[in-house]
């Protein structure tokens, strides 16, 4: 009996991490195709933010730079991990701020490393007022890489 307890304990315990790992329905019905379920990308075709939005996420600039991309889309080229992309990141406004949230809080505690606050519904509706467009937040993204603000 002892025997049965620790070891149904120890397989919830390995469970729970990936349990807490678990995408949101917001980012399996509309980041997944994309980014992956595991948010690693496709190198050269879509970027990876497993272990890269953790890194954005740890500035006010970066965290508001991340929200503005989900509601307001960007384009252009970007590099990441010595890959050039070019392509369009489509606008998610039409997402509720909770969902919106749920998602960036998911993909900012992926690939290890201090995970920064969880995202809020405040926090979104707030970056939502600011209304930009596509090409804004990309040139955004610009000013903040070139600044080292975020990777």
Known sequence: ?????????????????????????????NCQACHQADAKGL???????????????????????????????????????????????????RLSDPDLA????????LGGGKAPAAFTAAELKAARADQLSSTAVSASRVRLLEAKQIP
């Open 43 to 93: 190198p050269g075709q879509f970027p990876r933010l497993n272990g890269r939005a953790n890194q954005i996420a740890a500035t006010p600039e970066g965290r508001k730079f991340l929200m503005h991309a989900v509601l307001f889309g960007s384009s252009g080229r970007i590099v990441v991990d010595g890959k050039t992309i070019i392509g369009v990141m489509p606008a998610f406004g």
């Open 102 to 109: 749920q998602a960036l809080t998911y993909v900012s505690r």
């Open 1 to 29: 009996m002892i025997r049965s307890l620790l070891l149904a304990a120890g397989l919830l315990a390995a469970a729970g991490p990936a349990l807490a790992q678990t995408a949101p329905p917001a980012y399996r019905s």
